[in-house]
C-alpha cells in the first residue's frame, strides 16, 4: 500500500473547534482545579520539582518553582508535592484565575533566589 502525501494538502478543513464538554470549567472529564505557585512564597527548595517531575519546574533566573502544566501528573501525586512544600505556597485554584494570578506576579518584580543583586559598575578604590 503506498501513501500519496499530497493528500495531506487535499484534505477538507474542519471548523467545528467549538467546546467539547470535556473543559474543566463545563464540569468534564479534566481536572475541575489548576495547580498554581504562589512565586513570592515560594523559597526554591524543590521538593514539589522532585515529586511531580511533569508539573513543576525550577524557573531558571528566580530559581522559583513553577507549574509548567497542568496535566503532567495525576492529582494524587500534585497533591503529595503541595503537601512537601515548606511553605505552602502552592495551591488548588480554578483555571479562570490563572491569568489573574500571573499578572499579578508579573507586578511583584521579584528577585532572583541564592543570587547577589547585579552592580553594574564596581568602584575602584583609589590610588594615592
Ligand atoms: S516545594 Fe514549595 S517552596 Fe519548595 S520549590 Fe516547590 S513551591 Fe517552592
Known amino acids: 500500500m503506498?501513501?500519496?502525501?499530497?493528500?495531506a494538502f487535499r484534505a477538507e478543513v474542519q471548523d467545528d473547534f467549538g467546546?467539547?464538554?470535556?473543559?474543566?470549567?463545563?464540569g468534564g472529564q479534566l481536572r475541575d482545579k489548576a495547580v498554581w505557585v504562589d512565586e513570592s512564597a515560594c523559597i526554591g527548595c524543590r521538593y514539589?520539582?522532585?515529586v511531580a517531575?511533569?508539573?513543576?519546574v525550577?524557573?531558571?533566573?528566580?530559581?522559583?518553582s513553577?507549574?509548567?502544566?497542568?496535566?503532567?501528573?495525576?492529582?494524587?501525586?500534585?497533591?503529595?508535592?503541595?503537601?512537601?512544600?515548606p511553605v505552602d505556597c502552592?495551591?488548588?485554584?480554578?483555571?479562570?484565575e490563572l491569568d489573574e494570578l500571573r499578572s499579578q506576579l508579573e507586578e511583584l518584580?521579584?528577585?532572583?533566589?541564592?543570587?547577589?543583586p547585579k552592580i553594574s559598575k564596581r568602584m575602584k578604590p583609589r590610588n594615592k
Open 2 to 7: 503506498t501513501f500519496d502525501p499530497s493528500s
Open 19 to 26: 467546546p467539547t464538554g470535556r473543559e474543566p470549567c463545563l
Open 48 to 50: 514539589c520539582a522532585n
Open 53 to 56: 517531575t511533569n508539573t513543576f
Open 58 to 64: 525550577l524557573e531558571q533566573y528566580l530559581g522559583r
Open 66 to 85: 513553577r507549574a509548567i502544566r497542568q496535566d503532567g501528573d495525576s492529582a494524587e501525586v500534585i497533591q503529595e508535592a503541595i503537601d512537601t512544600c
Open 90 to 96: 502552592i495551591h488548588w485554584v480554578g483555571f479562570e
Open 109 to 116: 518584580d521579584l528577585q532572583p533566589l541564592g543570587k547577589l
